[in-house]
């Protein structure tokens, strides 16, 4: 008779189901980047006009994901769609307002996980919208920059503009445009250093917490550090505005709304429309090469900022031990569909974001994978990257065999929503199409289908040809196996188009 295994054979056991991660001190630490509406143009995305040297380095060392997309168009529903590993059909938040225990009071998250087991978490700048946060995530609060959002010029249109309400005494409610932080012009090159500004002094943050970080090796981290920019108003140091000749800033080829989209789904939201200086209208042509210059300056400021953070990683040693995500909370529109600073719809420009992952030592480093990818994924590859227990409550996938080999695919659909005049749309996006369903009580089904191998910017809504009749039938059955048609009911904060 055999005996039991006992002593060191029990834990050659466990050594090998967990070759390395036996303690929490030997687990890897997690630096969480997020940018805010910084659309996939990029370098290492293949853009010939930016300006990205520090993240095309970081995708050197990484996974870039070329088919990546958020859940939601908007800052915060998708930022608590990727923080909680659960979809918008899930948390029910749609909008920006609500906090996330308003609808899952007990839910954990993706930091909350970390932290349970055995994590110091951490938020600095937005990581859950400002004002929005949730304070069971993170090991002690979120922290937050006080450092000017705007250059000299915005901040005396800002004073300028409150002491003229103040003088009149007019006392307004809502938004309106050039009121309030609108009165700042929507761009500004800004004559100083990058730690002035709000971003730069987030990143000077970040890198002392990473140095502190650094004397501790034995107490792991999942900081998570949000930059600001490039959301309107694109406000960066003059010399990244150098980077570019704003003559020869290509503009966009389809300046035109999607051709047989219904009219509710491509309706422009109010925000960058809302600052002092953008004309009411067709915008100008030296405008609109004005914006385009300030939107690319401000993620190339962005790109500096991820720079000293990865630097700091590798000064300190902690590069070795420390996987590295860079995230965007979604796309963005620059003119294509005549969208000027705009996200805010289930189309591929708006819900398709950046993401580069980098672990130490992977296998696929410095491959581009063009795997279907949803942000709801993240919780579980980081999860499983850094060899915590799964959650069952995360309900995407581990992006890992991925990392590992960038023909590797993980889903065959990646899935986003947006609410629009009471209607709820679910974009549903594969490898060859992009359908959308639109549902609305009392009404009946709209859809639309896009051709994403021909039409990669979704130019042509092809749901009413005869020849797609089956292809509109096999997706919508495939959608709504997946996610059943909900009660929706439009929550206020969106009516009025908040960012
Ligand atoms: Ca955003």
């Not at 996974?63 to 979809?87: H, K, T």
Request: charged content about 20%.
């Amino acid at each position: 008779m055999k005996t039991p295994p006992t002593g060191p054979l029990v834990f050659m056991l466990v050594f090998a189901l967990h070759p390395v991660l036996s303690s929490a001190a030997d687990r890897p630490n997690v630096l969480f980047i997020a940018s805010d509406d910084m659309r996939p143009q990029l370098g290492c995305y293949g853009d010939p006009t930016v300006k990205s040297p520090n993240l095309d380095a970081l995708a050197q060392r990484g996974m870039v994901f070329e088919r990546s997309f958020v859940q939601q168009a908007l800052c915060s529903p998708s930022r608590i769609s990727m923080l909680s590993g659960r979809y918008p059909a899930t948390t029910g938040i749609f909008e920006i307002g609500r906090t996330l225990r308003t609808t899952m009071p007990d839910i954990t998250t993706l930091p909350q996980h970390f932290k349970n087991h055995g994590y110091h978490t951490r938020s600095l700048g937005k990581i859950y919208h400002v004002g929005i946060d949730d304070v069971a995530s993170w090991t002690i609060p979120a922290w937050h920059s006080q450092a000017p959002r705007n250059g000299p010029i915005g901040r005396a249109a800002i004073a300028a503009q409150r002491r003229d309400d103040e003088a009149k005494g007019i006392r307004r409610k809502g938004r309106e445009k050039g009121v309030g932080t609108y009165a700042s012009p929507a761009f500004e090159s800004v004559d100083g250093g990058d730690d002035e500004l709000l971003d730069g002094d987030c990143a000077v943050n970040a890198i002392a917490q990473l140095r502190e970080h650094a004397k501790n090796p034995s107490q792991p981290f999942f900081l998570a550090v949000g930059f600001a920019n490039p959301h309107v108003p694109w406000v960066a140091p003059k010399k990244y505005w150098d980077l570019y000749d704003r003559a020869k800033l290509p503009l966009a080829a389809n300046e035109f709304l999607p051709r047989g989209a219904p009219a509710f789904a491509t309706t422009h939201a109010q925000d960058f429309p809302s600052y002092a200086n953008v004309p009411d209208g067709e915008m100008p042509e030296a405008f609109k090469r004005e914006c385009l210059h300030g939107y690319l300056a401000a993620i190339s400021y962005v790109d500096a900022l991820v720079g000293r953070l990865i630097a700091t990683l590798d000064e300190t040693g902690l590069a070795q031990n420390t996987v590295i995500v860079f995230w965007s909370d979604h796309g963005y529109y620059m003119g294509e569909h005549t969208w000027w600073g705009m996200k805010h719809n289930n189309y591929e420009g708006a819900t398709r974001n950046c993401l580069i992952i980098a672990a130490p030592r992977m296998k696929g480093a410095g491959g581009v994978s063009r795997s279907l990818v949803q942000s709801v994924d993240l919780a579980p590859t980081l999860t499983e990257l850094c060899g915590l227990p799964a959650h069952a409550g995360f309900q995407g996938r581990s992006l890992k065999p991925a990392l590992e080999n960038p023909a590797a695919s993980v889903n065959d659909a990646a899935f986003s929503w947006y609410p629009k005049e009471g209607w709820l749309g679910i974009g549903m996006r594969t490898a060859t199409w992009r359908y959308v369903e639109w549902t609305k009580p009392g009404q009946a089904t709209v859809r639309e289908l896009y051709d994403v191998v021909r039409d990669a910017q979704n130019d042509e809504n092809v749901a009413d040809r005869p020849e797609n009749a089956n292809v509109l039938a096999a997706l919508s059955q495939r959608l709504r196996e997946r996610f059943p048609v909900q009660e929706f009911k439009e929550p206020s904060a969106v009516k009025g188009g908040k960012r």
